[in-house]
């Protein structure tokens, strides 16, 4: 899937007018939400995911941690689609509130040279970290980065292609990763930053499948290594093209005339 065809689907998607449906708007911030967290650990089931954020039933058997991951995420999202109506500029504070709400009931206190570091206060890091083979950058160098992130990003903002407005999107989504800039939830914090400047761009949001975690870290991995950014964009084109067509889809076979009514159309839940 390349940028032209990204480009073709997105606007098919968009000629559907699905925002304008409010459940279509609620199940995808589920759905955005079950995805997320379910890469970083979450155990919760889709429909399980629905129960807790709808009614507030916490699944039996499952760890308390994963239900609390699951209402901070949500919580979250709704705070990135509520800050689009500031159209706020992408600022180290704004990261940091993200982040806070992310894991607002779920941090942890770390103790450093520095003091204690109270995570769920979207505090950055203040000591060097590493993920397997990785390792990110230094953490005195992690304010300046993430300013640095910043002003690109706010420099690339306006009259810019749809083309452009899409990796935008997808390479700070990236170039977090490298960052790392928070003890906990960088993983969630950098897809929620890619979701708000798709909705900044009046662009779908889009999700990277659980099912799909190996090859979204695999992605990463090789874009690092090779300083190739076209691997990641390539991966996400991919999971941008698996959601839009996905939602079509269901949206076409909801539209299909109902063949035991005769009449009128069939609805799928």
Known sequence: MDEKNIISLIEKFKSLNLSANI????????????????????????????????????????PLLHSLMVQDHHKALLFI????????RI?????????????KQTGNIYNTVFGKIDSSKGMFRKGNVSAGNSYFAGYHKVEELVKKL????????????????????????????TIHPFYEGNGRTRRLLMNYLQLYFQLPMSIVFKEDKSEYFESLIQTRQQEDITIFRKFMYSQYAKFMSLEIE????????????????????
Do not use: M, W
């Open 91 to 103: 600022t180290p504070e704004f990261i940091q509130q993200i982040n806070s709400v992310v894991i």
């Open 23 to 62: 459940d279509f708007d609620k199940f995808n911030q589920y759905a955005i939400t079950h995805h997320s967290s379910t890469i970083e650990g979450s155990t919760l089931t889709e429909v399980e995911t629905r129960l807790l954020l709808d009614e507030g039933v916490t699944p039996k058997g499952k």
């Open 81 to 88: 689609i509520d800050s689009i109506k500031e159209k706020k």
């Open 150 to 177: 910043c002003s690109k990003i706010n420099e690339k903002l306006n009259e810019i292609s749809l083309a452009e407005q899409i990796n935008i999107s997808f390479d700070v989504h990236f170039d977090l990763v």
């Open 250 to 269: 269901k949206f076409n076979e909801i539209r299909k005339p109902d063949k035991n009514k005769g009449n009128g159309y069939s609805l799928i839940f």
